[in-house]
């Protein structure tokens, strides 16, 4: 029987939805958490942290583990360990002596969850045989973005209904949707880019330029996203004056709202689009936004500028992952797993100082977007160098 690789790229596409649930629920509970456990806001800082750390260190281990393991084991238990995070959220801070600790718990569970989503999806769909890879892929990582607003915009409607009071329930059905992907990824075809033999170690990626671009390519995308995501809506609301509610709204909602579009035309019509010439344009748009931002005092400007830089950084994650694995067809899954240690480097670097830049100029935030501006500059440089390159075979391993 032909194998139905449609139900592959279902379970991929849930996966990066339930990958939204994971970077995005939380950070909707900061306030009540301070509020119902007495925790400092310096403390649920932490929460952010330790997410994104533990993303990175899976991102490591599973360019050892993955291929040893197999495929199919590593992301079922990503889907496990998400629905577990999500449902232990509602139940670890009562019983822990401090309820951060449970919190903190609940977090790393589902953020190895979270970080094995990052690192095996994308491989999975590149073994399929779709055509048009790299509209394909655009697609797949779309579904973050609309998996980023479908829980920002429901979780707002089912606390406006219910209230806050009822987030332990709202966690519960958050999780059915790894619980039910499970099943998905234990049924559907999964294939192998390489086989663990013929698959390039670390050493012979670290010895190809087109990696170390790559590399570069996948930071600056981090930066640039998540440095305007996750300052978006103090952004709105400090420099432009709108108020917390409107601030979130139009800030990050619309922020993965204009990204997730991008991502979606990349997808319907990559077949027609140069990605290179696209990526480059995405990136002279997303350094247009960042100047915006910092420099205009005109708060409809500055916001376009926020809003449309969702829009320019859509294509740099997926795009980068496009262009190496098609250049790189034998990188295997140490090459998936260190870009995205990258991407999640630049997330973590972005944000944090784009912060002390702002702190440090008297908490105006223009200062610190405008110094963001380093990150798309680089990238657009990055680009024109990757497009100069000759294309070469990939080095034995």
């Given at each position: 029987?032909?194998?139905?690789?449609?139900?592959?790229?279902?379970?991929?596409?849930?996966?990066?939805?339930?990958?939204?649930?994971?970077?995005?629920?939380?950070?909707?509970?900061?306030?009540?958490?301070?509020?119902?456990?007495?925790?400092?806001?310096?403390?649920?800082?932490?929460?952010?942290?330790?997410?994104?750390?533990?993303?990175?260190?899976?991102?490591?281990?599973?360019?050892?583990?993955?291929?040893?393991?197999?495929?199919?084991?590593?992301?079922?238990?990503?889907?496990?360990?998400?629905?577990?995070?999500?449902?232990?959220?509602?139940?670890?801070?009562?019983?822990?002596?401090?309820?951060?600790?449970?919190?903190?718990?609940?977090?790393?569970?589902?953020?190895?969850?979270?970080?094995?989503?990052?690192?095996?999806?994308?491989?999975?769909?590149?073994?399929?045989?779709?055509?048009?890879?790299?509209?394909?892929?655009?697609?797949?990582?779309?579904?973050?973005?609309?998996?980023?607003?479908?829980?920002?915009?429901?979780?707002?409607?089912?606390?406006?209904?219910?209230?806050?009071?009822?987030?332990?329930?709202?966690?519960?059905?958050?999780?059915?949707?790894?619980?039910y992907n499970i099943y998905n990824f234990a049924t559907c075809p999964i294939e192998r880019m390489t086989d663990e033999e013929t698959?390039?170690?670390?050493?012979?990626?670290?010895?190809?330029?087109?990696?170390?671009?790559?590399?570069?390519?996948?930071?600056?995308?981090?930066?640039?996203?998540?440095?305007?995501?996750?300052?978006?809506?103090?952004?709105?609301?400090?420099?432009?004056?709108?108020?917390?509610?409107?601030?979130?709204?139009?800030?990050?909602?619309?922020?993965?709202?204009?990204?997730?579009?991008?991502?979606?035309?990349?997808?319907?019509?990559?077949?027609?689009?140069?990605?290179?010439?696209?990526?480059?344009?995405?990136?002279?748009?997303?350094?247009?936004?960042?100047?915006?931002?910092?420099?205009?005092?005109?708060?409809?400007?500055?916001?376009?500028?926020?809003?449309?830089?969702?829009?320019?950084?859509?294509?740099?994650?997926?795009?980068?992952?496009?262009?190496?694995?098609?250049?790189?067809?034998?990188?295997?899954?140490?090459?998936?797993?260190?870009?995205?240690?990258?991407?999640?480097?630049?997330?973590?670097?972005?944000?944090?100082?784009?912060?002390?830049?702002?702190?440090?100029?008297?908490?105006?935030?223009?200062?610190?977007m405008l110094v963001g501006c380093i990150f798309p500059l680089v990238l657009i440089l990055s680009l024109l160098l990757l497009r100069?390159?000759?294309?070469?075979?990939?080095?034995?391993?």
């Amino acid at each position: 029987m032909a194998k139905n690789y449609k139900r592959t790229l279902t379970a991929c596409y849930l996966g990066f939805i339930t990958q939204a649930i994971c970077a995005n629920f939380a950070p909707l509970l900061f306030l009540k958490f301070h509020n119902d456990y007495q925790i400092p806001l310096g403390q649920i800082a932490l929460i952010s942290t330790v997410f994104f750390l533990t993303q990175l260190i899976v991102d490591v281990l599973c360019s050892y583990f993955a291929d040893r393991i197999g495929y199919r084991k590593c992301v079922v238990a990503s889907e496990l360990c998400a629905a577990a995070g999500l449902i232990g959220l509602t139940f670890l801070p009562d019983l822990t002596p401090n309820p951060l600790v449970g919190i903190i718990a609940s977090v790393i569970i589902y953020a190895i969850g979270s970080g094995l989503i990052e690192v095996l999806c994308s491989p999975i769909v590149e073994a399929c045989p779709f055509e048009h890879k790299e509209a394909v892929m655009s697609l797949l990582h779309s579904f973050y973005c609309w998996g980023s607003v479908g829980v920002i915009l429901l979780s707002t409607v089912f606390f406006a209904v219910f209230g806050t009071d009822g987030w332990r329930w709202l966690a519960c059905i958050w999780a059915v949707v790894p619980l039910y992907n499970i099943y998905n990824f234990a049924t559907c075809p999964i294939e192998r880019m390489t086989d663990e033999e013929t698959g390039m170690k670390i050493s012979g990626l670290l010895r190809v330029p087109l990696f170390w671009i790559s590399i570069i390519l996948m930071v600056c995308a981090g930066a640039s996203e998540l440095s305007m995501a996750q300052w978006a809506s103090a952004y709105t609301e400090s420099a432009l004056g709108f108020t917390k509610a409107m601030g979130d709204l139009a800030g990050p909602c619309m922020f993965a709202v204009t990204m997730g579009i991008s991502r979606s035309i990349f997808g319907k019509y990559g077949d027609q689009l140069d990605l290179l010439r696209f990526m480059i344009g995405s990136g002279v748009l997303c350094l247009s936004c960042y100047i915006a931002a910092s420099i205009s005092n005109n708060p409809i400007i500055g916001l376009v500028g926020c809003i449309m830089c969702g829009f320019s950084v859509g294509i740099m994650w997926p795009g980068t992952i496009s262009i190496c694995s098609g250049r790189l067809p034998e990188g295997g899954t140490a090459m998936f797993a260190l870009l995205a240690m990258a991407g999640d480097l630049g997330g973590a670097f972005g944000p944090s100082l784009v912060g002390n830049i702002t702190q440090n100029a008297g908490n105006d935030l223009r200062k610190g977007m405008l110094v963001g501006c380093i990150f798309p500059l680089v990238l657009i440089l990055s680009l024109l160098l990757l497009r100069g390159m000759r294309k070469t075979k990939t080095p034995p391993t």
